[in-house]
């Protein structure tokens, strides 16, 4: 196919990003293949339109694609065979270390705005080359618990600074006849957020942990720090906690419970103060986020995630017009047009991208550990290794069927299949 614009052009129009049409009117179709969250979505339409409107002749074909292992196995399945779209949204760390980034994508170092992408971020995104492949899709996210405010202010509770204090209150609203935690089995993926967001507590504990497991000399089933995030699960669905329809529920039917008090809380990911701005806008200030508590004594901190990357695959059609996207989609414009879409959902990852005054009451809650320095990474961007089947193992443990003790132990099987497939010494 014959280039749009001679490489010497196209670099002079990535340096000026002046919005102007391309050098050759040629109508182009990009592909661009995002997850399917309301969010996510809404993102997608944003950039890719406002983009548009800048180039008349690119026009975008979205696609959506599942959560969970599923969107994990077509994202790689299509990197394979040489069909993926030409810009795909997919996890950073060690997610995107699995896709072989150095045989699969396409380097970014030398788009102009990638100078203005926080330095944080492009670790995550770094191939084993020393190269950064991904631009930043979203804030910097926070894992832990939403919380309903209005019950909590309802039956006199206060935020917990332990896991202790989060049973009594949960004990308190179960006594009250309301759901304390709720869960959404449905989409699997969101069962995992007890053990995920529990690190920063692990680390606490065992700050050699990540180094340990990567090593191959620590297991979550001989590390109790570890251990405990699938405990909880186990905790919450004897005593009660989940609502009654936790394994047929949804992600979205997670932000409904927390955001219109059917339930107290909901552990996730910080990014979903978009969809709940996006689907519940009424209910949006009654939600307020703490971070996963841990053993009494301990320091109470926040499990940090950079969730989203744009990417560019090896071997496209439009391979330079793709970039040229990606390179907007770094841009404090398009920061600003995200912004604009979901709302400010955490800290920004592009230099001259500023948090508004009046940030959602979830995002000001989380503020405090990033500016207090009390937030530790996620394991995923300390170490490579994260096994495929966790989802399905805390599904297991959260609906009673595994206990705790044999779920660890069954994911370090897991964990010892996907290190050995990446190649990692020691295992």
Known sequence: MTRLIPSAALAAALATMAGGAWAQEEEVTLTYLTDGSPDGVAVAEALTEAYTAQHPNVTFDLEQRP?????DNLVKTRLATGEMSDIFAYNAGSLFQALNPTETLEPLDDLPNMAGV???????????????????????????????????????LKVPQTWEEFEANNEAIKAAGHVPVAQTYGD???????????????????????????????????TPAAMRGFEHLQEGFEKGWW?????????????????????????????????????????????????????AGAPNGLTVWYLDAMYVPKGGEHTDIAKDFVNFAASPEACQIMIDTVGATGPLLVEG???????????????????????????????????????????????????AAEAAALYDQD?????????????
């Not at 959560?67 to 969107?71: H, Q």
């Not at 606490?204 to 001989?222: C, G, I, L, R």
Request: charged content about 20%.
């Open 188 to 222: 699997t993926w969101t069962s995992q957020l007890f053990v995920l967001a529990d690190y920063f507590n692990v680390q606490a504990e065992v700050p050699d942990f990540a180094e340990k497991y990567t090593a191959n000399q620590a297991k979550y089933a001989d």
């Open 353 to 403: 991208c500023d948090l508004p005054a009046d940030v959602p009451r979830a995002v000001s809650d989380m503020l405090p550990y990033f500016q207090d320095g009390r937030t530790a990474p996620a394991l995923e961007f300390l170490s490579p290794i994260k096994g495929p089947a966790l989802e399905q193992i805390t599904v297991e443990v959260g609906s009673g069927i595994r206990p």
């Open 118 to 156: 926080l330095d944080g971020f492009k670790g995550v995104v770094t191939g084993t080359d020393g190269k950064v492949y991904g631009v930043p899709l979203r804030a910097a996210m926070g894992g832990g618990i939403f919380y309903n405010v209005p019950m909590y202010e309802e039956l006199g």
């Open 67 to 71: 959560g969970g292992s599923d969107g």
């Open 415 to 427: 964990v010892q299949k996907q290190a050995q497939q990446l190649g990692i010494e020691g295992w």
């Open 243 to 295: 609502n009654e329809d936790f394994g047929a529920a949804t992600y979205d039917d997670g932000l409904r419970m927390v955001a219109e008090g059917e339930a107290a809380h909901y552990p996730m990911l910080t990014f979903a103060i978009g969809a709940i701005q996006q689907n519940y806008p009424e209910s949006l200030e009654n939600v307020g986020f703490f971070a996963q508590p841990g053993p």
